[in-house]
């Protein structure tokens, strides 16, 4: 058993992954891994030709995970708009495994966030010594996801401040990161694209500036519709994070699960 208390999506389903890919023969947009049927298949579950069962990443509206994946394999970037606790987070990830096999590319949008880990920033230590180059440089996920052509994920973006969430216009529309200081740019290969989430309703956020919002296509995740639904999902999490961790086998207590989300829905919805 791995001693990393969380793998990342590629490397917790691997096998998942490694199964798709090897019964997967449709087209593919350049740089995916997988095509969008294999990416869908991995989200929402199903059998492959041979038998092997994927599991199912997200449960709820499927439409909803088609557009996401359409709107990527389009180039246009994706926003996952929702409440807090509607797997935004979750679905960002597995979707950035499954296309790129990375999903680590991530910037973490806080109040203290500048424009630096969303573009790039400098050691300034080799800066005076050297001078402005790109040894110099120090590139951030977004740098990072356009040179290699893979998914790079911006969480909590309504937290980043307006001014520095505008910083991604240019990146979103000319798929281009200038670099004044060297005289020089940046240009997104193929398979680039950002994958944002953001909270629809909370408090310490900001609101997107128009402009910004007209680069992405924006995908509201609803919260489980029942209780059926939601004791589903809580239930398989249960079960992964048991496989996980070194603790004893035992029968989940569906009842006391159902009783727990009985009193989140309730605390949830007044």
Same mark, same amino acid.
């Given at each position: 058993?791995?001693?990393?208390?969380?793998?990342?999506?590629?490397?917790?389903?691997?096998?998942?992954? @490694?199964?798709?890919?090897?019964?997967?023969? !449709?087209?593919?947009?350049?740089?995916? =891994?997988?095509?969008?049927?294999?990416? =869908?298949?991995?989200?929402?579950?199903?059998?492959?030709?041979?038998? /092997?069962?994927?599991?199912?990443?997200?449960? #709820?509206?499927?439409?909803?995970?088609?557009?996401?994946?359409?709107?990527?394999?389009?180039?246009?970037?994706?926003?996952?708009? #929702?409440?807090? @606790?509607?797997? =935004?987070?979750?679905?960002?990830?597995?979707?950035?495994?499954?296309?790129?096999?990375?999903?680590?590319?991530?910037? %973490? #949008?806080?109040? @203290?966030?500048?424009?630096?880990?969303?573009?790039?920033?400098?050691?300034?230590?080799?800066?005076?010594?050297?001078?402005?180059?790109?040894?110099?440089?120090?590139?951030?996920?977004? /740098?990072?996801?356009?040179?290699?052509? =893979?998914?790079?994920?911006?969480?909590?973006?309504?937290?980043?401040?307006?001014?520095?969430?505008?910083?991604?216009?240019?990146?979103?529309?000319?798929?281009?990161?200038?670099?004044?200081?060297?005289?020089?740019?940046?240009?997104? !290969?193929?398979? /680039?694209?950002?994958?944002?989430?953001?909270?629809?309703?909370?408090? @310490?956020?900001?609101?997107?500036?128009?402009?910004?919002?007209?680069? /992405?296509?924006?995908?509201?995740?609803?919260?489980?519709?029942?209780?059926? %639904?939601?004791?589903?999902?809580?239930?398989?999490?249960?079960?992964?994070? #048991?496989?996980?961790?070194?603790?004893?086998?035992?029968?989940?207590?569906?009842?006391?699960?159902? !009783?727990?989300?009985?009193?989140?829905?309730?605390? !949830?919805?007044?």
């Amino acid at each position: 058993m791995s001693e990393v208390l969380r793998r990342h999506a590629e490397q917790q389903y691997a096998e998942e992954l @490694g199964a798709l890919l090897d019964s997967d023969d !449709r087209p593919r947009p350049p740089s995916w =891994k997988l095509s969008p049927w294999a990416v =869908k298949t991995y989200l929402l579950g199903g059998t492959l030709p041979g038998g /092997f069962a994927i599991a199912p990443k997200y449960i #709820g509206n499927a439409r909803l995970i088609e557009i996401a994946i359409a709107t990527l394999a389009t180039d246009r970037a994706l926003l996952l708009l #929702g409440v807090p @606790g509607t797997a =935004k987070s979750w679905v960002s990830e597995h979707l950035s495994a499954a296309i790129s096999g990375d999903s680590t590319l991530l910037v %973490q #949008g806080t109040a @203290g966030t500048d424009e630096s880990a969303l573009r790039y920033g400098w050691n300034y230590a080799r800066l005076l010594a050297e001078g402005p180059s790109m040894a110099a440089l120090v590139p951030s996920p977004i /740098f990072r996801a356009m040179q290699d052509g =893979k998914i790079a994920r911006v969480e909590e973006l309504t937290r980043v401040g307006s001014d520095v969430q505008d910083a991604l216009i240019t990146i979103l529309s000319e798929k281009t990161l200038p670099i004044p200081e060297l005289n020089s740019e940046v240009q997104a !290969r193929q398979g /680039f694209n950002v994958v944002a989430t953001a909270n629809s309703r909370d408090r @310490g956020v900001n609101e997107l500036s128009s402009a910004l919002q007209r680069r /992405f296509n924006i995908v509201v995740l609803p919260v489980p519709v029942d209780l059926a %639904q939601e004791l589903e999902i809580v239930s398989r999490r249960i079960a992964e994070i #048991g496989r996980a961790l070194p603790l004893p086998v035992e029968k989940p207590a569906l009842e006391e699960i159902r !009783r727990v989300v009985t009193i989140f829905r309730e605390l !949830r919805n007044g």
